[in-house]
């Protein structure tokens, strides 16, 4: 069941985010999957933090999303950050622990503080 939360930032925030995610500069991604029922092509906008060798993602509502689990179910997705699309091919779910150091500041010390994200991918860019 989608929360009150979680319908408005489907339906009218992340509307209002895809204006970000062309910038060059800042944390907004836009992640490109395809349904897993029903196939159809996706684009969702996340915030994104560069690792070596791929992304950062802290998974705000947890690894049932509709863009993650679709993600996972195809093995891949594209994933737009700072006008240029990576392939992405891996997903390696991380501990809170390990992930939040490897987020900049500010984030890092708002992902402490707040305790409520306790779900982190590494997100992979194909070889």
Not at 14 to 22: A, C, G, H, I, S
Not at 51 to 73: C, V
Request: hydrophobic share 45%; with cysteine.
């Amino acid at each position: 069941m989608m929360t009150p939360i979680r319908h408005f930032n489907k339906h009218f925030l992340n509307k209002l985010l895809r204006q970000f995610v062309n910038l060059p500069f800042g944390p907004f991604a836009l992640v490109k999957h395809v349904g897993r029922k029903s196939g159809k092509a996706y684009e969702t906008p996340i915030m994104a933090f560069p690792i070596q060798g791929g992304f950062m993602i802290a998974l705000t509502y947890g690894p049932k999303t509709d863009w993650y689990q679709n993600a996972l179910a195809a093995g891949n997705c594209k994933l737009v950050w700072h006008q240029k699309e990576y392939a992405i091919n891996r997903f390696e779910p991380i501990e809170p622990a390990a992930a939040v150091p490897l987020f900049p500041q500010p984030q890092r010390t708002i992902l402490k503080s707040l305790g409520l994200v306790h779900d982190f991918v590494k997100m992979m860019v194909a070889d």
